[in-house]
């Protein structure tokens, strides 16, 4: 998964430069990843609840990161 994140945001990067300097510390990717095995059990409620718990958790970064600030 390192590798295709960091070979995708190589390419992002290279197309849209302009995007690097809006992120913060540069990185496009953030350092974790889901992964699951095909089956009847992945739905797509199953991902919608992961995106909505992973907006969450970084919702609450920012919200660290404006008090520092």
Do not use: C
């Amino acid at each position: 998964m390192k590798i295709v994140k960091s070979i995708s945001a190589r390419i992002i990067f290279q197309e849209f430069p302009e995007i690097k300097k809006k992120l913060w510390g540069g990185e496009f990717w953030g350092d974790g990843y889901y992964v699951r095995t095909v089956g009847n059990e992945v739905t797509e409620n199953v991902i919608k609840e992961y995106i909505s718990k992973q907006r969450k958790s970084q919702h609450k970064s920012l919200k660290q990161l404006r008090f520092l600030f």
